[in-house]
């Protein structure tokens, strides 16, 4: 059964320290996003890349935050240094996309809990 | 800018009633629109996608329909049951220069009660 695999599932870390979280996306997939989901905003995308190619990533605190995909099977989300306010759940997703096709159904990871102290 | 609102933002049903979960959307240049259910703790299991050139998507009890150009759409659960109880989210994919972007409404709360 094809998933999305995220890594860690569960992180706490001191203030200051970076965070790397890891994400694989189904096999195939051309399209990956992250999420962040926390209670008062909701799921907010981060990023967004097709074929490895980052297409938005305006959501991203970018003083901080990086997204990369150096394979089509890896994606990363990186926070240097992380703030407290950081804390929530980072999500991955992955489907497929192709220009002339409106995109179909979007497979999501199981989620990277995060807690900064 | 997209936005997606979701009604209501909580709902508490006995076991066995028909309800129906709403979505609006501002931008109908949309490319298609998913629901999902989110429980506790986990992550987003895709429900229905309905692509833009549709009207409705039926699985099992669930039934969802869109109207593109009112910006609504309307996800049905018949009869439901304890286990139905979660969280669920529209998502709406976008079109023209955000192609591929997807965004959420802030979910409905749902509680079947036995």
């Known amino acids: 059964d094809a998933r999305v695999t995220q890594t860690p599932r569960h992180k706490v870390t001191e203030m200051g320290q970076e965070v790397t979280m890891r994400c694989q996306p189904i096999?195939?997939?051309?399209?990956v996003f992250w999420y962040r989901q926390t209670m008062m905003q909701g799921l907010e995308l981060l990023a967004y890349?097709?074929?490895?190619?980052?297409?938005?990533d305006s959501g991203m605190p970018k003083d901080r935050f990086s997204a990369e995909m150096p394979d089509a099977t890896l994606a990363t989300l990186k926070i240097q240094p992380s703030e407290p306010r950081d804390s929530a759940v980072y999500f991955c997703?992955?489907?497929?996309?192709?220009?002339?096709?409106?995109?179909?159904?979007?497979?999501f990871g199981e989620g990277s809990w995060l807690t900064v102290v | 800018k997209q936005e997606v609102t979701q009604i209501p933002a909580a709902l508490s049903v006995p076991e066995g009633e028909n309800l129906v979960l709403n979505c609006s959307f501002t931008?109908?240049?949309?490319?298609?629109l998913q629901w999902f259910r989110q429980d506790p703790g986990k992550g987003l299991t895709s429900l229905l996608l309905?692509?833009?050139?549709?009207r409705e998507q039926t699985s099992g009890r669930l039934n969802a329909s869109l109207d593109k150009s009112s910006g609504r759409s309307t996800l049905y659960i018949a009869a439901s049951q304890p286990g139905d109880s979660a969280t669920y989210l529209c998502?709406?994919?976008?079109?023209?220069?955000?192609?591929?972007?997807?965004?959420f409404g802030q979910g409905t709360i749902l509680t079947v009660h036995p």
């Open positions: 309905i692509q833009s050139s549709q």
């Open positions: 998502a709406v994919r976008q079109g023209g220069t955000s192609y591929g972007k997807l965004t």
């Open positions: 931008d109908s240049a949309i490319y298609n």
């Open positions: 096999l195939g997939h051309n399209t």
């Open positions: 890349f097709r074929n490895r190619a980052p297409l938005d």
């Open positions: 997703a992955s489907g497929l996309s192709f220009q002339r096709q409106p995109g179909n159904t979007i497979y």
